[in-house]
């Protein structure tokens, strides 16, 4: 369809972003890259050596290593876990017919638009906390001892902050998505006598797929950097029962100002990061052809 | 856009060259923390621009993390972004012998460096040299419920041991009436949990490092002491102690559910305070307990200004500094809003001063920092100089690290002793990588 | 829909999804009824939901302390001023991947999302080197390279699947008239594709307000914007939570109402492609 110049044309107009991003990726990463070689902590200049693969070896073999990486995974298939299908029910109930849908449209999207610092600290000090917080308060008024979230579920806790700031963002996709369902199928379905339950197997879910696959893409791209509301809620504590990668990163580069091995650590968080990429791409690029 | 660029660079020019030259016209960014007395000094600051005409002060106020990791970068690349930085005793060693800092000797005869609390002193001079003037000292100490320790049928003496207040922790807990006997640090940090378990840790007789730099995490010492620790959280302590820092505590405390609080010195002001608190009438005071061996669990803390070198504005962040460190400016703060609020723990004359003296947390205050001493901070010799910290640049890292070891012993994820073999095996990894001994 | 409901079905869903409304925003309500408490009712138990004695006073502290105009104007400027940057970058490089696929064109959109995954924390570093020595440091110019750069990806690929959805017959017929290629994307296709560019600037403007990491790091005090604001009330000594929700409220009022107020904008182009 395309001629020869409209392929130039088309060229030229993709470069200023192809040339800005390469260079926003190159620059910081050969730095990256370099300083990772080197002893560099920048609390102590002018004692800058050659390291070898040094760093590497250290980060790879620090105990905290596997259990950031487990956090990790945990933390993105947590919440992505809680915004789907919870989206998936907010998105079914928002589709019918009640009184006052543009308000409560409002009241789930408001989420999106808190600061993660924000939420997270009204979360750990009005919520969460095991004496003043909120749902200390409804336990001990049932009766129960209240549950002390951050120091007995600290990432479950995280997830469930993390999961509610992206909610929105996930019911208001598949909402959208939802809304384009061809109504002359499901009423077809329904003649058929195929009840509620099939009818969402068989109708609503594959149409959803696709805005399923764009919001797991979405997500995994901020969730894999998760770092604000960590530091705000458990510091990565208790242990390392909530240190995820970026957060060792933290730890290591800015912490401690050991810039050689927070690059080193940067740069094994970058090369996992692509992994997960490109497996999601794989599993899900198909579904985003079509 | 451009304009605006144009303009900045034109108006960072000629800052630089009217600095070099004379007072007129200089702005000075100054960077602190946002506690009660930096921003009272903010609330202040026309007070220091009417006696400098051609000075205008920029603040920029961040929470003690963010401000930290703000101003290390900035200075250990030369960012030249500060005029004035805040700084702990933590920073101020590393960096004076690191030549980050400027010299404070000079400044004029009558700010008074000889007013200056020793101990405070000591921990902002390297070789000889003062890097950093003292805004506010700190150091840490008992506070009780009067109240609560009289129907226990107990009284505090002025020197509590470990075992009198183990004994007066388990006579205040009253779970069901939601009074705990004794509230600490857990949340796990280098600033938070560690600072306070360092120092108890000193008055068990325990040391970071022996004098080859050797961590010293498997000595019975620290064993005594992260047993003792964790025994009076579990038992006597509020729910969710490992997640509790400064702030936690305070509030706990305020609200009458703590018998016991060992925290900062600074948080006497608070706790005494009618408007916030609701024990303020029954609150006692008593040193940092102790185990008889010499020395006393007290850390040593001062919040301090310190001028970056090669910054542009030397003169006006010299006088600015001494504006908010002098005499006159603790003057000015009890008149406007009461001896009470002035920033305490810095001078000797403070505390020579009558009507500080009926100030009911101001004897306890001096008792505590002047029975502290970073240079000698423990029962055996060490190699570092601090308190509550190791005055190494790997210490926030390490520090950090093993306070989250020893929060999830506190939360019942691991044993004492594992948390004590992780902790040796994490420091001694980080201390052979930093190449230590040196 | 020609589906008869009945009113006692509505009334039942209208029940659930409120609750469900009330209890998601809940949190941010909380926050703003906080604001207005005293420090000490703020941390009262059992909890004061209404009954307690109303006050401005956090909101006359914030102000007098902070210069709240300053840090706010701070924000619109960076967080517009990289939406508005990136889309003029993006617009074009959307457009021809759209209409003019290659081979590689997926592959070259899958890795402007990678760049995404740069761990900023790891690369903050070098970053600030290059700023001290270009003279950037504390300017917003710098801050809307940075945040253009960091949210170029989600504009590029919003954009992307925007435009895929447009005819290709438009154009064709544009083409047939002649037209050159300019005039291609300005007479055929901006007024089709105006939904899905309100709506990316939409959403990037909501990111880059709320970007919390370089906007901190990046500057001291002239440029900095309503996350610094926010980091000089988290918890300092003493009690501060109603200090807090007076400031958080102040940092995140501007933005949600515009987000409610272009709400429909927004959620008609925040598809990604997902609706077809």
Redesign the interface.
């Known amino acids: 369809m395309s001629t020869k110049a409209s392929r130039t044309a088309a060229r030229l107009m993709i470069s200023p972003a192809v040339i800005l991003l390469l260079g926003w990726m190159i620059v910081p990463l050969s730095m990256t890259l370099y300083f990772s070689f080197l002893r560099y902590n920048l609390l102590m200049p002018g004692m800058e050596s050659w390291a070898g693969f040094e760093n590497y070896h250290y980060f790879f073999t620090d105990p905290a290593f596997m259990a950031a990486l487990r956090n990790t995974l945990a933390l993105v298939g947590g919440v992505l876990t809680i915004t789907v299908i919870g989206g998936i029910l907010i998105a079914l109930l928002l589709d019918q017919p009640f009184w006052g849908q543009g308000i409560v449209r409002l009241l789930v999207l408001a989420p999106f638009f808190v600061m993660p610092t924000v939420s997270a600290l009204v979360w750990k000090n009005m919520f969460m906390n095991p004496v003043n917080g909120v749902f200390a308060w409804l336990a001990r008024s049932v009766g129960l001892q209240p549950y002390d979230f951050l120091t007995h579920a600290p990432l479950a806790s995280i997830i469930g902050i993390v999961a509610w700031q992206w909610l929105p963002f996930a019911a208001l996709i598949l909402l959208t998505a939802l809304q384009s369902l061809n109504s002359e199928q499901m009423e077809a379905a329904e003649m058929d006598g195929a009840g509620p339950l099939a009818r969402f197997w068989f109708i609503t879910l594959p149409h959803l797929a696709r805005a399923i696959t764009v919001v797991i893409l979405i997500q995994t791209i901020f969730l894999l950097s998760i770092f604000a509301e960590i530091l705000v809620t458990t510091n990565g504590g208790p242990g390392t029962a909530s240190t995820n990668l970026t957060f060792l990163v933290y730890m290591q580069s800015l912490l401690q100002f050991d810039v050689g091995l927070g690059s080193a650590g940067g740069v094994v968080a970058i090369i996992l990061a692509n992994i997960v990429a490109i497996f999601l791409m794989r599993m899900i690029g198909k579904n985003l052809d079509a | 856009m451009k304009t605006t660029f144009r303009a900045l660079l034109g108006a960072t020019a000629l800052c630089a060259a009217s600095g070099a030259a004379a007072q007129e016209n200089v702005t000075l960014t100054v960077a602190t923390v946002n506690n009660g007395d930096m921003i009272r000094m903010q609330a202040l600051t026309s007070d220091f621009t009417e006696k400098h005409p051609g000075i205008t002060v920029e603040w920029v106020t961040l929470e003690e993390n963010v401000l930290r990791q703000r101003v290390t970068t900035d200075i250990a690349t030369r960012g030249g972004q500060y005029d004035v930085m805040t700084i702990g005793t933590y920073e101020v060693p590393i960096w004076g012998a690191q030549g980050w800092l400027i010299s404070l000797n000079d400044l004029p005869e009558e700010w008074d460096a000889d007013d200056l609390l020793p101990a405070i002193r000591d921990g902002l001079t390297v070789d000889g040299e003062l890097y950093a003037a003292p805004f506010y000292g700190e150091s840490s100490m008992v506070m009780y419920r009067r109240d609560l320790m009289e129907a226990a049928g107990l009284e505090m003496p002025d020197a509590p041991s470990w075992d009198f207040i183990k004994q007066a922790a388990a006579a205040m807990t009253d779970r069901d009436a939601e009074v705990y006997g004794i509230c600490l640090r857990g949340k796990a940090g280098w600033g938070e949990n560690m600072a306070f378990i360092t120092a108890m840790a000193n008055s068990y007789g325990a040391r970071w490092f022996d004098e080859e730099w050797t961590p010293q995490f498997d000595s019975p010492e620290w064993r005594a002491t992260l047993d003792d620790y964790l025994m009076l959280l579990t038992e006597y302590g509020p729910p969710g102690a490992a997640n509790n820092g400064f702030n936690e505590n305070l509030a706990l405390f305020q609200q009458g559910k703590c018998g016991m609080w060992i925290d900062a010195t600074v948080a006497a002001s608070f706790v005494t305070n009618p408007a916030d608190s609701t024990v303020a009438d029954s609150v006692g005071f008593a040193l940092a307990p102790d185990n008889g061996l010499g020395k006393r669990s007290n850390w040593l803390w001062a919040w301090s200004l310190g001028i970056p070198a090669g910054s542009q504005k030397v003169e006006a962040a010299k006088q600015f500094v001494a504006w908010a460190t002098s005499k006159e400016y603790t003057a000015l703060v009890a008149e406007r809003e009461g001896w009470a609020n002035v920033p305490p723990g810095t001078r000797q004359s403070l505390y020579d001063n009558p009507e500080y003296a009926s100030v009911p947390f101001a004897r306890m205050t001096l008792d505590s920092i002047n029975a502290a001493d970073p240079t000698n901070p423990t029962v055996d010799p060490v190699p570092y100089t601090g308190v509550q910290f190791v005055a190494i640049p790997e210490f926030q890292g390490i520090g950090t690290a093993v306070g989250q070891q020893f929060a999830a012993a506190l939360a019942g994820q691991a044993t004492a002793e594992q948390a004590l073999a992780n902790a040796q095996a994490l420091t001694a990894r980080e201390m052979t990588r930093a190449g230590y001994p040196k | 829909?020609?589906?008869a409901?009945t009113t006692r079905r509505?009334a039942a869903?209208?029940l659930?999804?409120?609750t469900?409304?009330?209890l998601?925003?809940f949190?941010?309500l909380?926050?703003v009824l906080?604001s207005f408490k005293s420090?000490?009712d703020a941390?009262a138990?059992?909890?004061k939901f209404l009954n307690f004695d109303w006050t401005l006073a956090n909101y006359v502290t914030v102000q007098?302390?902070?210069n709240y105009f300053r840090h706010f104007w701070n924000s619109v400027v960076i967080s517009f001023?990289s939406t508005l940057i990136g889309l003029v970058?993006?617009i074009?490089?959307a457009?021809?991947?759209a209409?003019?696929p290659?081979r590689r064109t997926?592959d070259?959109l899958?890795w402007?999302?990678?760049?995404?995954?740069?761990?900023?924390?790891?690369?903050?570093?070098?970053?600030?080197?290059?700023?001290?020595d270009t003279?950037l440091?504390?300017?917003?110019?710098l801050l809307?390279g940075v945040l253009t750069?960091i949210n170029?990806?989600?504009i590029?690929w919003m954009l992307y699947t925007y435009f895929r959805e447009i005819p290709?017959e438009i154009l064709e017929a544009a083409r047939m008239d002649g037209a050159g290629?300019r005039a291609e994307i300005i007479h055929a296709l901006t007024p089709m594709a105006i939904p899905g560019i309100a709506s990316t600037l939409l959403l990037n403007v909501?990111l880059a307000?709320?970007e919390?990491?370089w906007t901190?790091?990046l500057t001291?005090?002239?440029s900095?914007p309503?996350?610094?604001f926010?980091?000089?009330?988290?918890?300092?000594?003493?009690?501060?939570?109603a200090k807090?929700?007076a400031a958080?409220t102040m940092?995140?009022a501007p933005?949600?109402i515009l987000?409610?107020f272009s709400?429909k904008q927004l959620?008609?182009g925040?598809?990604?492609?997902?609706?077809?």
């Open positions: 829909m020609p589906r409901v509505k869903t209208t659930i999804a409120w469900i409304g009330l998601i925003f949190p941010i909380w926050t906080t420090e000490s941390i138990i059992p909890p007098e302390r902070s001023g970058i993006a074009p490089a457009w021809s991947m209409f003019v290659g997926r070259i899958m402007m999302l990678s760049t995404k995954m740069l761990p900023a924390v790891g690369v903050l570093v070098p970053i600030y080197l290059l700023a001290r003279g440091l504390d300017t917003r110019i809307v750069l170029l990806p989600i590029v290709g290629l909501i307000w709320n919390a990491f901190l790091n001291a005090a002239r900095a309503l996350t610094a926010i980091a000089s009330y988290s918890s300092p000594e003493g009690l501060f939570y807090l929700s958080s940092a995140i933005i949600l987000g409610w709400q959620v008609r925040l598809t990604f492609g997902a609706v077809k």
